[in-house]
C-alpha cells in the first residue's frame, strides 16, 4: 500500500462495499455516511495522508496564536457483518485541492486491497424546478449497463443524458471499472433556492434521507432512519415559511447573493440545529429580504 495511505488495522472485509461523500451545498451525502457510521457503529480505519492534496490549510487563531491548522481532512471506517453477507467501509472525506487522479487512485487502490466488490457514492446539487414541497427523487449514475436495472427497480431514476464538465464521482466511476469495480454514483437534486443559501442554512436532511433509504434498500442493511426523519420534521417546522417565502422569491428571477465555499467537513452531520442556530438563521434570511428591496 502506497505510504500515503495510512491504515490503524487491516481487516478481512467480506464483499466488501464501500460508500462515500464529499461535502456539497446541502450536506446531503455527509449526513448519509455520517448515519451509517454511527448506526453501524463502524469502526475507524485509516485516512489518505493530506499533505499532497491540499493547497491551503484551515486554521484557528485566537488572542494573536495560531492554535490549530488542519489539511484535508479525511476518514476511513469499516464494519463487519456478522451473518457474512457483505461488509461495509465508510469514508468521508474534503475535495481534494490538487492531483485529483492520484488521490482517486488511492482511494481504488485500498478498495481493491479490501476487496470492494461495489462502490457508492452520494451527493446533491441545486435544482431549478424543484420545490421544498415535493418528495426528494434519487437520481444513479452507473459504470456497468447491468447496474441500471438494479436502480430502477430501488427506485432510482438513470440520469437520462449529459454530456460536460465532471466532477470527482464521474472519476470514481471511470476509474473503478478500470479495476473490475462495481460503482453507483447517487444524487438527490435539492432546491436551488436553498442550495444557493450559505452552508448550514442550506442544510437539506429530506435529501440525505432518500438516498440513505435506496443504499439500506440495496444492500438489505438494518438501519434505523428515524433520526434524519425527526430532523426533517422539525426543519420543516422551523424554517417552512422561510423555504416559502425563498421559493416565491425564485419564482420572481430573485437576484441571489453568490454562494459561499461549500462546508468543511464537519465530525458529525447529524448533529442537531440549536434554536440560537435557528434564530441566527431567521434574522440573517430577513436581512437577505431587506437589501433585495431596497
Not at 481504488?108 to 470492494?116: K, N, T
Not at 438494518?222 to 425527526?230: C, K, P, Q, Y
Request: glycine letters at 6%.
Amino acid at each position: 500500500m502506497d505510504e500515503a495511505v495510512r491504515l490503524f488495522k487491516r481487516p478481512h472485509l467480506n464483499n466488501a462495499r464501500l460508500v462515500m461523500a464529499w461535502p456539497d451545498a446541502g450536506h446531503v451525502g455527509l449526513r448519509v455516511v455520517d448515519h451509517l457510521k454511527r448506526k453501524l457503529k463502524a469502526e475507524r480505519l485509516g485516512r489518505i495522508e493530506p499533505y499532497e492534496f491540499s493547497l491551503y490549510p484551515w486554521i484557528s487563531v485566537k488572542n494573536g496564536v495560531i492554535e490549530r491548522l488542519e489539511l484535508m481532512k479525511n476518514q476511513f471506517y469499516y464494519w463487519q457483518d456478522l451473518s457474512m453477507e457483505r461488509d461495509i467501509v465508510i469514508y468521508k472525506s474534503e475535495q481534494p485541492a490538487a492531483r485529483h487522479h492520484e488521490y482517486v487512485g488511492l482511494v481504488l487502490d485500498l478498495a481493491c486491497e479490501l476487496g470492494v466488490k461495489r462502490i457508492y457514492m452520494a451527493g446533491s446539487f441545486g435544482a431549478t424546478g424543484v420545490s421544498h414541497e415535493e418528495e426528494a427523487v434519487v437520481l444513479g449514475v452507473s459504470n456497468y449497463p447491468n447496474l441500471v436495472s438494479l436502480m430502477e427497480s430501488n427506485g432510482i431514476k438513470p440520469y437520462p443524458e449529459y454530456k460536460g464538465v465532471g466532477n470527482l464521482q464521474s472519476s470514481f466511476l471511470w476509474f473503478a471499472r478500470e479495476r473490475g469495480i462495481e460503482a453507483i454514483s447517487l444524487w438527490s437534486p435539492m432546491p436551488y433556492y436553498i442550495a444557493r443559501l450559505p452552508f448550514p442554512w442550506s442544510s437539506y436532511p429530506k435529501c440525505s434521507l432518500a438516498i440513505l433509504k435506496k443504499i439500506v434498500e440495496m444492500e438489505g442493511l438494518d438501519v434505523g432512519t428515524g433520526e434524519i426523519a425527526a430532523l426533517i420534521r422539525r426543519t420543516d417546522k422551523e424554517m417552512g415559511k422561510m423555504y416559502d417565502e425563498l421559493w416565491e422569491q425564485a419564482k420572481k428571477e430573485f437576484p441571489y447573493q453568490a454562494m459561499e465555499g461549500l462546508p468543511s467537513l464537519s465530525d458529525d452531520a447529524e448533529e442537531p440545529i440549536s434554536d440560537e442556530d435557528i434564530s441566527r438563521m431567521m434574522k440573517d434570511i430577513e436581512d437577505f429580504f431587506n437589501r433585495g428591496q431596497q
